[in-house]
Every structure is written in structure tokens, then in C-alpha cells.
């Protein structure tokens, strides 16, 4: 079954707002891990948290984890066109289970 | 990050063939490996867990003797879809796990997309 799941599940802004995805999961975790894929590639991976952990800093990225309310978000900081893709939160124990994803269109 | 590779990128194949899909860790030793599949705007659904020199775990509703998997080495696992018919047709992606200690982590190949006539 799927643990994770992605809100909203699509999303459109402007070049330089920021974007907030969020991802909710159903049972215990070791750690949750936030992907990007562009349309017909793999998954790339883009940050980490632990179970442990509530708030974690990468570049523009910004990803809480509220472990109470089984949920985490990913926040893009002053977003740009590149930014444009699929994005995905795996989470799980011993494996990774995901959601359906947030689509973000950033318009130039 | 760690680089995984899938090979072939894209196969088109006949009914009733067997196609063999290779993933490979790059620059790490994986002792776990995991295969996916994904439909067109879908979720990644997990197919089965590749554990090095033992069997594969499937997740429940995949047939293990419809995609049989091997994990031969600490960087290479293959999974083979046997008499492939059009329902087959899908993106296949896999990852593998490196790390420890709630840190592990898992990288993706590039996915292969099979047609199946």
C-alpha cells in the first residue's frame, strides 16, 4: 500500500514565489525523502529527513517533518522555470512507498 | 549523490518475449535494490525488494514468476518480465539504498520504458 501521499496535486506559480507541497504518510518511518522527476526520467533524489529530525535546510529547499501528525512539506524558495516538474515524498521503513505527487508549473 | 544506471532506456518488444532490465550502482555498493513501476501520471508502485545472494520479496499482487528478479552482485540486480504482454507495457524504474542509521537513502536509475507489442 502507499505510505505517502502528495497535496495539492497540482500546483502553478510565478517565477520567483515560493512553493509549498505537502505529503502525508501512514505508518512509522526511519525517514522520509523528498524526489523531483521531469516528465519520463527517474527520480531525483533532493533531501532527507530523519524520523528524528523536524527541519532540514538544502539550497532553496526547506522540508519539515511532523512526525504527530504523520505529515511533511517541502518548501521551494524563489522558485525559477527549471524548477518545473513532478515532485514526490517517499517515506517508509524498510522501504520507500509514495504518493501520487505534487506537479509544479513555475511560469517564467 | 550516488549514480545508478538502467539499461536499456527504452525496449519495444513482441508479445509473448522476455525482456531483461538491468540496474546498476555506479560508484557504491548496494546490497538492497528495489524495483518500481510507473503508469503515465502515476504513483511509483514498489514491485519488489532485491536482496543481494538471496530472493527478491514481492509485494502483494506481483508474480514472482512473471518478473523474476536476480541481485548477483552488490551493484548489479536485473529483473526480467517473462512472456511480456501489452498490459506489461509501463516505465520501470529502480533504486538502490546505500547508508545507514536512519539516514538510508535511496538513489534512482533513469527508468526503462517497455512497450510491448
Known amino acids: 500500500s502507499q505510505q505517502g501521499e502528495e497535496d495539492p496535486q497540482a500546483l502553478s506559480i510565478q517565477e520567483g514565489e515560493n512553493a509549498t507541497m505537502n505529503c502525508s504518510y501512514k505508518?512509522?518511518?526511519?525517514?522520509l525523502q523528498w524526489y523531483r522527476q521531469n516528465s519520463g526520467r527517474g527520480l531525483v533524489h533532493l533531501i532527507l529527513?530523519?524520523?528524528?529530525?523536524r527541519e532540514k535546510h538544502s539550497g532553496r529547499l526547506r522540508v519539515t517533518l511532523d512526525t504527530s501528525k504523520k505529515s511533511s512539506s517541502l518548501l521551494i524558495t524563489a522558485s525559477r522555470a527549471a524548477d518545473t516538474a513532478s515532485y514526490f515524498c517517499?517515506?517508509?521503513?524498510?522501504?520507500?512507498?509514495f504518493g501520487t505527487g505534487t506537479r509544479l508549473t513555475v511560469i517564467p | 549523490g550516488a549514480v545508478v544506471s538502467q539499461h536499456p532506456s527504452r525496449v519495444i518488444c513482441k508479445s509473448g518475449t522476455s525482456v531483461k532490465i538491468e540496474c546498476r550502482s555506479l560508484?557504491?555498493?548496494?546490497?538492497?535494490m528495489f524495483w518500481y513501476r510507473q503508469f503515465p501520471k502515476q504513483s511509483l508502485m514498489l514491485m519488489a525488494t532485491?536482496?543481494?545472494?538471496?530472493?527478491?520479496?514481492?509485494e502483494q499482487g506481483v508474480e514472482k514468476d512473471k518478473f523474476l528478479i536476480n541481485h548477483a552482485s552488490l551493484t548489479l540486480s536485473t529483473l526480467t518480465v517473462t512472456s511480456a504482454h501489452p498490459e506489461d507495457s509501463s516505465f520501470y524504474i529502480c533504486?538502490?539504498?546505500?547508508?545507514?542509521?536512519?539516514?538510508?537513502?535511496?538513489?534512482f536509475g533513469p527508468g526503462t520504458r517497455l512497450l510491448v507489442l
Open positions: 533504486s538502490a539504498r546505500v547508508g545507514s542509521g536512519g539516514a538510508e537513502t535511496q538513489y
Open positions: 505508518t512509522s518511518i526511519n525517514n
Open positions: 529527513i530523519r524520523s528524528n529530525e
Open positions: 517517499g517515506a517508509g521503513a524498510n522501504n520507500l512507498f
Open positions: 560508484d557504491f555498493q548496494a546490497t538492497t
Open positions: 532485491s536482496n543481494e545472494g538471496s530472493k527478491a520479496t514481492y
